[in-house]
């Protein structure tokens, strides 16, 4: 009942792995922290290969991308293909790079079959998805969909003390438009990534439909303790913030057990760094997460109120504060129709699943707005934020495909409501 | 029996505050770390002050400084007063840097009393004791000493990945004297120091007489689990390199309890340091104390299964490398009586108390080779290796007097030797 474009696997693939060379890594990773060098090169390269095809770049004030295809109707907000360029430190070639790409194939395939959408379709970068250099995860989409105040982001620091806000306008990203959803709306969110985990490729299906998103967040953890001399302190006249550091963190793991969520401490740092001496503070990040949100609130009530526990009984001070919270959310019922109906057209009945993310995605901030949904493809080993992350070629296109299907099943929706 | 020269207190005081600049911190602490450029100001302060009362400065090829103040016999090996002039990163104004201020004032103090010694004095300042620069504590009294290898100890690296030999050319304190106890021997080693602990003030002595130092040594830990991405590896299909350390530092606490001896993990790095992503690989040290050789080496061999057994546990590689150990060892009864004898003419028989060091110093290298003795004096707080360190202007000069008074003692015991 509808017609698919066919991807261009070799050509997605060789675009892929021509875009990791900003940031490689001699083990086969990518290190492209936002508003870098190495990001201001494949930004460049966006903007040049979406003005190829025919799209016109808006850059927003919090530096997103957005290159628009026109359509039939382009009174219509236009539907939008977004994931992010950004990196881990130690990251792969895939996470968010592939949504990205995959986006710009598929304006390629739609010029090259002359396809004429209803609505207009618009590639989207979202800056500093990864929050590994300023870390607020998915900032940019944050700002756009009303969740995080402009004034806060463009304020975060980086480890060497540099401002969000001057480093964008520094590579020359700093858009005139709004960074808003009422300034600049979508019609709905697509986003096309790899799974990240192990689950998809234990139950051997090619395609993930995602339903929705676990709840998360992140803590900053301050221990303050006593610098003293190590071999002339008694263990019971001690107050070391790194001993108690340690089983805040052994701890808070058991605590997520508990909850049934998960937990992870990802920055641990400790002063003054010498063999001799009692650390004196220590400072650490918990990233924590659930699919029910007062499940998740409640573990980390638990975790602020054990931390302190520990704290006084190595006689150390504990500073807890939540930097980041993302309520679990679910995604939309016509989107979720759309890649459903699309993952059956390219694998068949029983070639997908459901299942919600267990990352975030900026998908989480436009599904506050829009209409959204999410194709995941398998990870091989589940692995992710690593050099080895992989994913095959032929999943890496099936997946684009059903991406491109989905879009274009949710286009003729919108245009059945709207002319009829 | 015996004349006591009168220390100034105001000058000793003075110096030691007026060397304090070199490396000074605003919190009232020294950050002189060894081999930097605030190392080389104050060892051309010690040369130039060294000189002016008529002491003659020898510097080995480990840059230990020698300031020899003649004797009657010249062919008698000179009396040591050594400490060390370099600091923790955040250190205090008095570890190691009194001992040698209390040195050159005691040279002072005999110069203006036109007191002639039998033997040699020398005042002597060990590089490197710290061991926070160059991971390796008591370096260079330790090459003296024959306990370790100069190529060893040159090729020792910082965390910048500079070599002590390279570091130690370009301060231009590298001299051609032979780093070794047989091309410069020592007749004895005394050595004035803060304790560093709360046992004098605990006990209300103003005098502590120091009768060995408890064995102690290092490790260097590495953990290894595996990059992933926090929210979407489930618990159970983790190798997560922070938690099995963190179980690890908690563990090594109770071990060294149960042992009787003492531990502190001091240094941790964790990889790759995002939020976002459980840790890969966490390197930490280990230190640990014990008075008694064979427990402390039976806490360390526990500490190795056991981490083994964590690691395991958590799906991780560990590798212990031991970098450093310093035997437990009982100083000399002759320098020992030395001490107590002018800790009583100076502080009364119920004026002071013996007591093990609990820290390494450069006079466990030297009593290995020579007689050896400590003198300790009252740390406030019982705080070092810290900016708040503190000790009162009378506590420092009267332990200075009873270290000139003992090392005066000994030159008397060796002309008896020698003569009769």
């Keep these: 009942m509808f017609i698919l474009f066919v991807f261009n696997q070799s050509r997605l693939w060789d675009t892929l792995h021509h875009t990791a060379q900003w940031g490689a890594t001699p083990d086969g990773g990518v290190r492209r922290l936002t508003l870098t060098p190495e990001d201001k090169a494949v930004r460049e390269w966006f903007v040049q290969h979406a003005e190829e095809i025919g799209a016109a770049v808006k850059i927003d004030q919090m530096g997103n991308l957005f290159a628009i295809r026109p359509g039939r109707n382009n009174s219509m907000p236009p539907i939008g293909i977004g994931s992010h360029l950004d990196t881990q430190p130690a990251g792969g070639r895939y996470d968010g790079i592939l949504g990205v790409q995959a986006g710009i194939e598929a304006l390629k395939v739609l010029k090259e079959n002359n396809y004429e959408t209803y609505a207009p379709i618009a590639v989207i970068n979202w800056t500093n998805e990864e929050g ?18 402009q004034d806060y982001a463009y ?27 009422k300034a600049n709306p979508l019609s709905a969110h697509f986003e096309y990534h790899i799974e990240q985990g192990p689950v998809l490729l234990d139950a051997k299906k090619p395609i993930g439909v995602v339903t929705g998103v676990q709840g998360m967040g992140w803590l900053i953890v301050t221990v303050t303790g006593r ?32 909850s049934g969520g998960m937990t992870t401490v990802g920055v641990i740092n400790s002063e003054p760094q010498s063999p001799g001496t009692i650390p004196g503070k220590v400072v650490f990040s918990v990233d924590f997460c659930h699919l029910d949100n007062d499940a998740m609130d409640a573990m980390v009530a638990r975790t602020r109120s054990e931390f302190a526990d520990i704290a006084k009984a190595h006689n150390n001070e504990v500073g807890i504060e939540q930097i980041w919270r993302s309520a679990a959310v679910k995604f939309h019922p016509e989107c979720i129709d759309c890649v459903t109906q699309a993952a059956i057209d390219s694998v068949g009945p029983d070639g997908y699943m459901e299942l919600p993310a267990g990352a975030g995605h900026d998908s989480v901030n436009t599904s506050y707005i829009c209409p959204t949904s999410m194709v995941f493809i ?10 080895s992350e992989y994913s095959t070629p032929e999943d890496c296109a099936q997946g684009a495909q059903v991406l491109l299907d989905a879009v274009l099943r949710f286009d003729k929706k919108l245009e059945a409501t709207h002319t009829h």
Tied chains: 1, 2.
């Excluded at 019971?236 to 508990?258: G, K, P, Y």
């Excluded at 990870?379 to 050099?387: E, K, N």
């Design 132 to 149: 590994a250099r300023f870390n607020t995860g998915m900032l940019s989409s944050g700002v756009w969909a009303g969740q995080i105040d």
């Design 155 to 181: 304020n975060h620091r980086d480890a060497d003390g540099k401002l969000f806000g001057d480093e964008l306008k520094a590579i020359g990203f700093q858009g005139s438009l709004e960074a808003s959803h």
């Design 227 to 258: 610098c003293q001399h190590c071999g002339t302190t008694p263990m019971d006249r001690r107050a070391d913030a790194l001993l108690a550091a340690s089983r805040m963190i052994s701890r808070v793991n058991e605590i997520a057990l508990e």
């Design 378 to 387: 398998p990870s091989q080993g589940g692995i992710s934020h690593h050099p």
